[in-house]
């Protein structure tokens, strides 16, 4: 029984975070050569897939007041306006890649990790519960430790995928460019997937 939940939460988990490899080799690009880089990266991506965990275990427990199924397309700001902004600071030349930056990257917060990983996966709320509501709570907890040693997995696999040498040298050329219309690009596929706004 046990077994069996874990092999769903795995398969679970990989179809509803797969995305989030590109995302994450986004910000390995962005803090390329920051000394923590990885360190914030997993606090936030922890931080954040925390934040969805947390949100369908109580949807699933009958807290629909705490997120109302109709708020979660709404998540799609965050990355629009964390793309906006980044596509600002690139645009005034804040995010000017010259030797220096080159050598040292930029500074990636946690929280801005955890903001785009809650919102990439507000989506992910509204598979769980279903899920969740269909098994005991034993089954939930052995799914929520299994999502949670699959985020480590996660962050190793985009942080490979980020240093492949020829990729690497893509983003580290055009980090500064895709960085923001990835996080646009994102906000505005969750807006307009959940029909925010009456898109």
Not at 143 to 153: I, R, S, T
Request: contains cysteine; glycine residues 12%; charged residues 15%.
């Amino acid at each position: 029984m046990i077994l069996s939940s874990v092999l769903q939460a795995i398969g679970l988990f990989i179809v509803t975070n797969i995305d989030d490899i590109i995302v994450l080799s986004l910000f390995f690009a962005r803090g390329a050569g920051q000394r923590g880089t990885t360190a914030r990266i997993l606090a936030g991506q922890y931080l954040g897939f925390g934040g969805i965990l947390a949100a369908a275990v109580l949807v699933t427990l009958g807290a629909d007041a705490f997120l109302p199924p109709q708020a979660i397309p709404y998540f799609g700001l965050i990355p629009l306006l964390l793309g906006v902004w980044a596509a600002w600071q690139a645009w005034r030349g804040d995010d000017d890649d010259d030797d220096e930056a080159k050598v040292s990257g930029k500074n990636v917060a946690v929280l801005t990790v955890a903001a785009v990983t809650f919102a990439n996966g507000g989506d992910n709320i509204g598979v769980y519960v279903p899920v969740f509501l269909s098994v005991g709570p034993a089954a939930v907890i052995a799914y929520c430790v299994v999502f949670l040693a699959l985020v480590a997995v996660l962050v190793v696999l985009a942080k490979f995928v980020a240093t492949r040498r020829p990729i690497a040298e893509v983003l580290e050329r055009w980090e500064h460019v895709l960085f923001p219309i990835v996080l646009i690009g994102l906000g505005v596929f969750i807006l307009v997937e959940g029909g925010a706004f009456g898109l």
